[in-house]
């Protein structure tokens, strides 16, 4: 009987240590989607504040760009930011790192996102995945707008699918995004 329940007491043991050293192995096993989330539409940081005369023109943060060096859709484009004075664009990492800044976006190519040079994995130090936007004019009681985008280089080759994405206008092209 006493070797009965010492066979008893070592199995329920085995079993528990199993079963916790299993545990740990299913969240290394799935990966990541650094794309989760890109092209949601949501705010990154807290509330849209517009109490802006957009008259000039709506400002506009695409949710997808491609800088890849193509030609075709390098650069986050921020339509109309130009037309408004005092303005700063902040770009952040999903861990909210501040990874670039302007305070006159667009106004030559050192101020487009990304101003560091590419290399033959993409852009050099800013991986594919998802980043975060912060768009301020004048201050942020008077506008702010937030929200996430994808940085798709393609690089390493994955299959990857934008569909509740909308980057391009009826008359653009990339063909990166196109498939074309």
């Known amino acids: 009987m006493k070797s009965f329940k010492n066979y008893i007491s070592f199995f ?8 916790f050293a299993s545990c740990g192995d299913d969240d290394n096993n799935q990966e990541e989607d650094v794309f989760a989330g890109c092209c949601s539409g949501l705010t ?6 517009d109490n802006l005369d957009q008259s000039q023109g709506e400002i506009i943060v695409d949710n997808l760009f491609t800088p890849n060096n193509d030609g075709f859709n390098d650069r986050l484009a921020i339509e109309n930011i130009e037309l408004y004075d005092n303005h700063t664009v ?13 305070n006159n976006y667009g106004s030559d190519f050192d101020e487009l996102f990304p101003n560091v040079p590419y290399d033959e994995f993409g852009v050099d130090g800013i991986p594919d ?3 975060k936007y912060k ?6 009681n008077v506008f ?3 929200g996430f985008f994808c940085l ?8 990857q699918n934008f569909s509740e994405c909308d980057p391009l206008q009826p ?8 498939g074309l």
Not at 44 to 49: L, M, N
Not at 152 to 159: A, K, R
Not at 171 to 178: A, G, Q, R, S, V
């Open 129 to 131: 995945g998802t980043y």
């Open 171 to 178: 008359d653009e092209f990339d063909p990166l995004i196109t």
């Open 152 to 159: 798709f280089t393609n690089n390493p080759v994955i299959e």
């Open 144 to 146: 702010s707008k937030s």
């Open 12 to 19: 329920i043991i085995t079993l528990m240590t199993i079963s």
């Open 90 to 102: 902040t770009i952040y990492n999903i861990n909210d790192d501040v990874i670039f800044e302007s």
């Open 44 to 49: 990154a940081f807290g509330d849209d504040v």
């Open 135 to 140: 768009v301020v004019v004048e201050s942020e």
